[in-house]
């Protein structure tokens, strides 16, 4: 998407510096050509006059300028200097009417090529185009965003996700149950017949216990006072 727009940006520049280049040699006012006028005479307080300039010294001087630096902008991908130069013609154009505005007292637009004429028309519409393409061009994108821009994921060989074959389904086989044995009480560590069960007693039955033997008569370990003969 940013080499499309690049490329439109660029082609909309060249359109624009061409137009600008060409509007000196078209007239711009009655059949004065645009390289007629001298450059100076466009910061003159009393207006444009009639004095005949050379190419160096013409309006053609400041177009080839802002012509240069478009396409120095162009090739540095800088939507400034394609921008800047924009604004330049047509701020130099508007500059140029309000000084052929005042030396002839007002400004008209005839039929017959009298008034403005289609130089004007052409250097405007060359400015309008440079920041067209200032707008369209994406610009040069900033060297840290390069440098902190993730690597780039290598795409897997064809066929590395592609599901392994299954093997075959078989056939349900269970394998065959032993028969259940017969129930022997006798085996049984958990049956009462033939020997004692888990809560069984090992001891005798309690009336065939010996008895405990009572203890002896001593005497006690004090004398025994002498009767009251009162």
Not at 78 to 102: D, H, K, M, N, Y
Not at 164 to 172: D, G, I, N, Q, V
Request: proline content about 16%; aromatic content about 6%.
């Amino acid at each position: 998407m940013a080499t499309l727009r690049n490329a439109i940006g660029s082609l909309v520049a060249l359109a624009g510096v061409v137009a600008v280049v060409w509007s000196p040699f078209r007239p711009w006012y009655g059949d004065r050509r645009g390289k007629d006028y001298l450059v100076v005479d466009l910061f003159r307080a009393d207006g444009v006059t009639g004095d005949h300039a050379r190419l160096a010294g013409s309006l053609f001087a400041p177009m080839l300028i802002t012509a240069l630096v478009t396409l120095m902008g162009l090739v540095l991908r800088s939507r400034l200097l394609v921008g800047l130069t924009g604004l330049v013609i047509l701020a130099l154009t508007v500059l140029w009417a309000v000084r052929q505005g005042q030396a002839a007292g007002s400004l008209t637009v005839g039929a017959r090529g009298e008034g403005l004429n289609t130089g004007v028309a052409t250097a405007a519409v060359g400015g309008a185009a440079l920041l067209l393409a200032a707008l369209v061009m994406p610009g040069r994108r900033p060297r840290h965003a390069d440098a902190f821009a993730p690597a780039p994921i290598p795409e897997p060989p064809p066929g590395a996700y592609d599901a392994a074959p299954e093997p075959p389904l078989r056939a349900y086989d269970p394998a065959p149950e032993p028969p259940p044995a017969a129930y022997d009480p006798y085996s049984d560590p958990s049956s009462t017949r033939g020997g004692p069960g888990p809560y069984d007693d090992p001891q005798e039955p309690y009336d065939t216990q010996p008895l405990p033997s009572p203890p002896s008569a001593t005497p006690p370990p004090w004398p025994t006072p002498p009767p009251d003969t009162r």
